[in-house]
């Protein structure tokens, strides 16, 4: 069973920085990208940076220029820096992997964590 458990949630002022990790564990075969999804009240779910197992990156245009995405086997990092009221939202860790057991490549999520930033 693949989990995706993430951390580094909380509150900060606007300007302030924040890092998320999320680390997926389990029986794990290969994973072809991990990402960064929010979700703010009555908002669609968006993404807002991924990168793949090669190195390649992208960003929500929104976030350009403030935060940063990286990896580390199956460890993923979000940098917020310079953060706005407008990103509070809930953050998603995202994993388009394969699991041993499976042949097919399948997206996981983790369970979320919120960040609220105060104005």
């Known amino acids: 069973q693949v989990q995706l458990v993430e951390s580094g949630g909380g509150l900060v002022q606007a300007g302030g920085s924040l890092r998320l990790s999320c680390t997926a564990s389990?029986?794990?075969?290969?994973?072809?990208?991990m990402g960064w999804y929010r979700q703010a009240p009555g908002k669609q779910r968006e993404l807002v940076a991924r990168?793949?197992?090669?190195?390649s990156t992208n960003y929500a245009d929104s976030v350009k220029g403030r935060f940063t995405i990286g990896n580390a086997k199956t460890t993923v990092y979000l940098q917020m820096n310079s953060l706005k009221p407008e990103d509070t939202a809930v953050y998603y860790c995202?994993?388009?992997?394969?699991?041993?057991?499976?042949?097919?490549?399948?997206?996981?999520w983790g369970q979320g964590t919120l960040v609220t930033v105060s104005s």
């Open positions: 990168i793949t197992s090669g190195g």
């Open positions: 389990g029986n794990i075969f290969s994973i072809n990208y």
């Open positions: 995202n994993a388009n992997l394969r699991a041993a057991t499976n042949l097919r490549y399948l997206e996981h």
